[in-house]
């Protein structure tokens, strides 16, 4: 996973798993500013996209996703 800041924004893209035999269908991508989980972004699709770009950041706040 990655992530390049934005402005109040942030890219995040990552690699899809294996799906086990069974379609991936979504992915939830949340922000923590330390360990305090943010809004989170849900993507859906079939197959879902692997990236998504989260938006309402606060600017010189650290997060991981």
Do not use: C, E, K
């Not at 992530?3 to 949340?30: F, K, L």
């Amino acid at each position: 996973m990655s992530a390049t800041a934005g402005v109040v924004s942030a890219v995040v893209r990552w690699t899809a798993p294996s799906d086990g035999g069974s379609p991936i269908t979504g992915y939830t991508v949340t922000p923590f500013i330390g360990t305090t989980a943010q809004t989170a972004t849900t993507i859906t699709g079939n197959p879902p996209a692997t990236t998504t770009t989260v938006s309402g950041l606060t600017n010189g706040t650290a997060y991981t996703f």
